[in-house]
């Protein structure tokens, strides 16, 4: 039911922009997230967006370089990416939860998870 794609190799301080589309249900009331895995690493918060889209909230390590939004009349959410460090190598996975605020960094507080598209920054 979601879909994230956009991913590829990218050389560091380079740009990507992710998308996440929705499938076979409207989004448009759920807060949309974006979550990371890199090799070894446990899930990571990057950063989530609120139904209406004038609420975001980032992960430290993210902000100031990423951007969520959302485009309700599409079911789609992005998330643009600059100024890329090979830090920010992972696996990123879009998920959608009912509530915006509580507990917004937990990946298990999600109810639905799309696929994960690979970002790979080279040096």
């Known amino acids: 039911q979601l879909q994230a794609s956009g991913g590829g190799l990218v050389q560091a301080g380079g740009s990507l922009t992710l998308s996440c589309a929705a499938s076979g249900r409207t989004f448009s009331s759920y807060a949309m997230g974006w979550f990371r895995q890199a090799p070894g690493k446990e899930r990571e918060f990057v950063a989530v967006?609120?139904?209406?889209?004038?609420?975001?909230y980032y992960a430290d390590s993210v902000k100031g370089r990423f951007t969520i939004s959302r485009d309700n009349a599409k079911n789609t959410v992005y998330l643009q990416i600059n100024s890329l460090k090979p830090e920010d190598t992972a696996v990123y996975y879009c998920a959608a939860r009912v509530h915006y605020a509580l507990d917004r960094t937990k990946p298990d507080t999600y109810d639905y998870w799309g696929q994960g598209t690979l970002v790979t920054v080279s040096s």
């Open positions: 967006v609120s139904w209406s889209p004038g609420s975001s």
